[in-house]
Nanobody, 122 residues
């Protein structure tokens, strides 16, 4: 049974940093990709970044600058999202999602975690 769990969110100050974690389990093969999404109140869901488990290929969403970085710890089946210089508009629920394949698709993603809330305030 494939399961994803995002964690690491919380209340942070503007200009601070966070590292979000996504724990993946239940994949019987290593041919999958994991992506980070976020959805702010009243906004559409945005794709942030994705990484291929098998190839290490990474892609970032169009809006993403150098403040976001995706990485993985394959031995522990963990994927991380580092966010630096947090801004108020980063406030959102952050989700990790996964699908089968060796490269990042646009959509769809078959498996979703429950998300972790990031709240940025001064």
């Amino acid at each position: 049974e494939v399961q994803l769990q995002a964690s690491g969110g919380g209340l942070v100050q503007v200009g601070g940093s966070l590292r979000l974690s996504c724990a993946a389990s239940g994949f019987v093969f290593d041919d999958y990709v994991i992506a980070w999404f976020r959805q702010a109140p009243g906004k559409e869901r945005q794709g942030i970044a994705c990484i291929s488990r098998s190839s290490g290929e990474m892609h970032y969403g169009d809006f993403v600058g150098g403040r976001f970085s995706i990485s993985s710890d394959n031995a522990n089946k963990m994927v991380y999202l580092q966010i630096n210089n947090l801004k108020a508009e980063d406030t959102a629920v952050y989700y990790c999602a996964a699908t089968w394949g060796s490269s990042c698709p646009g959509d769809p993603y078959d498996y979703w975690g429950q998300g972790t809330l990031v709240t940025v305030s001064s």
